[in-house]
């Protein structure tokens, strides 16, 4: 197959850029940093905001939506959330013709929002929890953008939640952390993260603790997946958000906030795609199964191939039927190699003259000639198995790419390719901030079980150093 | 029942607020004519959303997601388009801390920066019809804000579409508005719409054809609940939309857009809802059925109610407990009835001791003793009556307020109250414009037939006129 792609070991930034552009998932927008997501990507985006959507809603919360446009001085009113978002900010200056008395933001998250409505809605300890979520799209200015990773506008959903308690706000945001996001990235994803607390220093604006998902990408730079915080009083206090508890005393909320975004799609394609393009999880694809129609002769080839697509969807396949025989076969084979769809069934007249098709994977590339009969079956068991081979391969190159050392020294120099397992005292954040001269940050913190801290000063914590996305 | 909400025939505006207010629909957002969508409004935008989007993709669109920033040239570039638009406008002047080179606005709609990448991506009329829609959020200053009806940020689907020819444009912009639009209104929202024309003064900015579906409102209002558009070679010749032909010539494309959005919800609350709240169709209804425990002696009720859930559910219907026993059980059913749950089945210790619970139905207030053994079957029948119900008060209440007239004062005096059906010939781009004056539209033009012309200059045209949101 002649070479589609730079290959990654070339050069690994343009292999994405490539990719993205060939597969045809995604443009460049006209203002500078914002993106086109084309309909090969979006889908894609659908599935995963499907799996999502419903185990944030087994997790109790309800979907809600909140303005774009944030009054500025509502970002002023927590301290660090400004400062942390104010480089970033894009602000509507004119509505409607006129010069508005009070420069709007376009929102880069929704914390100050929803803290406003959440003062408004929560009276009493009984309207606690409080648990809301929202598809939305947001927008913070990049300097160096790069599509799905680094975008000016980017679609995301955002949780916020309200509590009685430090102690309840905790547990559900470790429980989103843990039932939706880790499960998400493992389970439909087949992306293995690594859990863990984040530094001070890299802690989300106006959060008290920010927790991660770290997976590793094929060029050994780590991607933050997702993140959720506690937020403390920070903001309960700042749009005093306040109830009355069962003792029948004033109490300020415990506040939450956690998001994934459309990165992801850039975290899926980073993971698991190869010199030939996208590899996408069979459970995440939108088209599972590409029955393609090698050539055609007298009709009979098409027949057969779709007689194969409807067996195939009546066993629960997503399949779809490619009989676009005017298009040389060798060109259709590399557009569904980029677009990475697990399967593809070839039906041509040559094995259909012996009741066979040809079952190709994705996966590693294996061409298996079967009986027309056998196909089903064998789809279904190839589609289950490389859910599975493709989390193993992920997991297995992290494991091998990521160093075990003792001295910040060494945690730097084996960042330089992979991951660094280093103890935490043995960086510190003298040492944190030496690393991140040379651009390389400390993902997150955990413990010796793999538990997340309480506090990056507990004893005994492991951190992983690497370069990052 | 005590008087919750203001009755609609002494302040129909003033119910709708209060409606939306006590129902927990929505709340006004903080920047001017934003609004929070709360999750009892926003879990029947999802149902509405899942619905529309299924029948978008059969008909053979696919989402994408397109940029919310555009640049100030992009709207300049068709005439009719920007001044249509430029009002409305929001503007964003800086980004990440620094003026902006060029302006760029907020998107009012996507033709524009969806036009620039259709020019991309086609190339051959292999590549038409090129078929899209997106679910985003879009920006139009609102002067005179109401809340789901006219908001300066509302939430929609806008589908952009280039065909080779301008009569597959026209055949697909009738089928989107056909198979898509009047069969939700139809089926979900139970909601009977009028199909036409808009005429050339109603005509959205930069179309060669505006398509319309009318609703008509509790207070004999319209509202457009939704609108097609034959955009001609407009858009194209000002993005460049070309193709070449199968004979090898240069064409241009031509565009359509059709769009829906939470402006339905509005329509939803002004066309069922009575002066106890909201009645949602049970088709679309988040939760059909509403099993309440009237009250609790040993524990037995909840149980008992627990058990009809179970039993509820196995039998598809979506159905929430509500054993809130610590909130009295009048202000728990006035709840009820303001949000609007299609059925509730009422179990107490009363009735359960003779093996009986209540059947009430939210379409007509009406309230069934049931034996327990009858309650899923009964529940199941009156989940279908009341959709069918709903439809045909709807459509007995426009018939009602409908007036067949024959001159434009006669149609200008019914459209005091209701809708007049007029013959366009008696009212003319003249007659509109005086009609315009006294704050009466031309709502559509339609055939004797009811079929859809193709310009406002056909003979023997009907319009209906009326008042409207
Ligand atoms: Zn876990
Ligand atoms: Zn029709």
Redesign the pocket.
């Known amino acids: 197959m002649a070479r589609v792609l730079t290959p990654r070991a070339e050069d690994f930034p343009r292999w994405y850029q490539d990719l993205i552009s060939k597969a045809e998932l995604a443009d460049n927008g006209p203002v500078r940093g914002t993106m086109v997501i084309r309909p090969t990507a979006y889908a894609i985006w659908e599935r995963m905001q499907a799996d999502m959507d419903t185990r944030i809603k087994a997790a109790g919360a309800e979907n809600a939506y909140f303005p774009l446009f944030i009054p500025e001085s509502y970002l002023k009113r927590e301290a660090e959330h400004v400062e942390g978002f104010s480089p970033e900010l894009a602000v509507v200056t004119h509505g409607g013709g006129k010069q508005l008395a009070e420069p709007v933001v376009v929102r880069p998250t929704s914390e100050t929002v929803i803290g406003e409505f959440m003062a408004k809605w929560v009276d009493s300890y009984r309207d606690l929890p409080l648990l809301l979520n929202q598809w939305a799209n947001v927008v913070r200015w990049e300097m160096r953008p790069r599509v799905f990773l680094r975008t000016s506008e980017f679609l995301w959903q955002e949780g916020h939640t309200a509590h009685a308690t430090e102690a309840d706000a905790k547990d559900y945001t470790l429980k989103i952390?843990?039932e939706v996001y880790?499960r998400h990235m493992r389970d439909l994803l087949a992306i293995p993260v690594v859990?863990g607390r984040k530094t001070n220093r890299e802690r989300f604006a106006g959060a008290t603790s920010t927790y991660t998902l770290e997976a590793m990408m094929g060029d050994g730079k780590a991607l933050q997946m997702g993140t959720s915080h506690e937020l403390g009083q920070n903001f309960a206090k700042a749009f005093d958000i306040g109830y009355s508890s069962q003792a029948g005393t004033r109490e300020f909320a415990w506040t939450t906030s956690w998001g994934t975004s459309t990165r992801m799609l850039g975290g899926l394609i980073m993971c698991h795609g190869d010199d030939n393009g996208m590899r996408i999880p069979p459970a995440l694809a939108p088209v599972q199964a590409l029955v393609t129609v090698v050539k055609e002769t007298d009709g009979s080839i098409t027949s057969a191939a779709r007689t194969l697509v409807e067996d195939l969807a009546a066993a629960g396949v997503r399949v779809k039927l490619d009989d676009r025989v005017d298009t040389p076969f060798g060109r259709r084979a590399v557009d569904a190699e980029l677009k990475g769809y697990p399967i593809r069934v070839e039906v041509g007249p040559r094995d259909l003259a012996e009741g066979r098709v040809v079952l190709v994977r994705r996966f590693d590339g294996s061409k298996t000639p079967l009986q027309l009969g056998e196909a089903v079956g064998a789809v279904t068991a190839a589609l289950e198995a490389d859910q599975k081979a493709l989390y193993d391969e992920a997991l297995a190159r992290r494991e091998a790419n990521t160093v075990e050392v003792s001295t910040l020294d060494e945690a730097m120099e084996a960042a330089g390719t992979g991951w660094a397992r280093v103890p935490w005292s043995a960086v510190g954040v003298d040492g944190e901030a030496l690393a991140n001269e040379r651009a390389i940050t400390v993902r997150c913190l955990f413990r010796a079980d793999g538990s997340i801290p309480a506090s990056q000063d507990e004893p005994d914590l492991t951190a992983i150093l690497a370069r990052s996305y």
Chains 1, 2 share one sequence.
């Open positions: 952390h843990h880790e859990l």
